[in-house]
């Protein structure tokens, strides 16, 4: 459960979650496993972002810690 400060990048901080996470894929499929990390790393990053005041989407350290 995320306590939400402001809505504002949400949006955005997900799909650039889940571009970032295609782009850095091997290739070697999107089997419903891989759909659903990628999904829970996206909605990690618009958690993140909701939490705090203002469109500040998460670094590369706060999404993979």
């Given at each position: 459960m995320t306590e939400v400060a402001d809505t504002i990048?949400?949006?955005?901080?997900?799909?650039?979650?889940?571009i970032?996470?295609?782009?850095?894929r091997e290739m070697d499929g999107f089997t419903p496993s891989v759909i659903e990390?990628?999904?829970?790393?996206a909605s990690k990053a618009?958690?993140?972002t909701v939490r705090r005041p203002?469109?500040?989407?998460?670094?590369?350290?706060?999404?993979h810690g």
């Open positions: 990048g949400a949006g955005d901080s997900y799909m650039a979650a889940l970032y996470g295609l782009l850095m990390s990628l999904g829970g790393m618009a958690a993140i203002g469109a500040q989407p998460p670094t590369l350290e706060e999404l």
